[in-house]
């Protein structure tokens, strides 16, 4: 396996890698505008400001499902090659428009137009990699959300100094229609249709991948594992992580930014820490989960600390700026850390003939949960005036995540 495990990183990763990373742009690029000159020049208030900075999770949760379904039965590389257009061209138009109701309805498309690409790339994946190799190949997936997030908080600074907000939703969706082309031209849905592997490598490939299929409990239907209490409470434990995670994500500019002697381009470098630990952090940790074959003890510990660090940030207040700081930067690093473990846990306890509708429900939920968060600390922050009941929110939802992990998930 040493020469095709080779082939398959390095034509495949990448691939998955930047496709994910340019559907991540705006969720950086957002909190930025955010923070300076879009709220301004729309005549924005701190609610309607709520409602954009969620309404793409709101989004994104609804088509979760039969987005999963049609690449569970159909093509993968069809699936994404249509959304990146679609995602990249309301993109644009953000940058374009200036009527608020336009405005919400581009924002709610967004999150419908990558809805599908988490749970499609995951089904890809989980046709390529083997088990001891999926968690590693998931993080480098989701990977391309923290890597966008640190580059985009610093550059973002830079770009709305230079060229204004619209320019930075413009320079956001281009790439992505300019990239599905290459992805059509690259990307095969299955190894038997690629040229670069040899008829032995293909038949070794699916052979492993057979025997991971007969060590797992079958299942009938889509309805019965719907329906499974496993897949329920991580659908809760989703949910409560997404709270936390995109709570703060969305708003970590505009937390910054209310700092004293900040500007735009100290507060994109501040904002880009968080996930340069984050990024680090999940390397690490997928490497000693596939090592060891270990999900659970590298999910919920993770998401403790986090919610530990949130509160205790709450604890310091403003009193220290960067203690406080500080705690923010392991909170969300600590966040990210458990993502390529616990998609490997939805791959490996499901059968192929269900896993991308509940890799979806799942992910739906974590999208309702990233909406209920970015909604609510965007209100709390504006009603209290300060940041303090949402940070205590969002402790509490990761606390109840980790706990739901801690007593669901079971190891080999």
Known sequence: MGTLAKKRWVRIIPLVFITYSLTCLDRAIFGFAAAVGMAHDLNITPSVSSLLGSLFFLGYSFFQIPGALYASSNSVKKLIFWLL?????????????????IL????????????????AMLILLSRWFIKSERSRASTFLI????VTMLGMSILSGYLI??????????????????????????????????????????????????KEQEQIKPIKSYAAAFKSPTVILLCLQYAFWGVGLYGFVIWLPSIINASPN????????????????????????????????????????????GATAFYSSYLVGTQNFWLSYTLLVIAI???????????????????????????????????????????????????????GASYIFMAGSLLLSAIITFFTVKDN
């Open 262 to 305: 900040m500007n735009i381009v100290k507060t994109g470098w501040l904002a880009s820490a968080p996930f340069l630990l984050s990024i680090i952090l999940m390397i690490s940790v997928s490497w000693f989960s596939d090592k060891t074959l270990k999900r659970k003890i590298y999910v919920w510990p993770f998401l403790l600390i």
């Open 85 to 101: 257009i679609f995602w990249g061209l309301l993109a644009v138009a953000i940058g374009l428009i200036s009527n608020i109701n």
């Open 161 to 210: 100094k230079s060229v204004g907000w619209r320019w930075l939703f413009i320079i956001e969706g281009v790439p992505a229609i300019i990239w599905a082309f290459f992805w059509w031209s690259l990307v095969e849905d299955t190894p038997k249709n690629v040229h670069w592997l040899t008829e032995a490598e293909k038949l070794g490939l699916e052979n492993e991948l057979q």
């Open 333 to 387: 690093g600590a966040l990210y850390a458990p993502y390529g473990p616990f998609f490997a846990i939805l791959t490996e306890m499901l059968p192929h003939n269900v896993v991308g509708g509940a890799i979806a429900l799942i992910n739906s939920f974590g999208a309702l949960g990233a909406f209920v968060g970015a909604y609510f600390v965007g209100y709390l922050n504006g009603s209290t005036g300060g940041f």
């Open 104 to 119: 919400i309805i581009i924002r709610f498309m967004m999150g419908v137009a990558v809805s599908a690409v988490i749970p």
């Open 143 to 146: 990977l391309g959300n923290p």
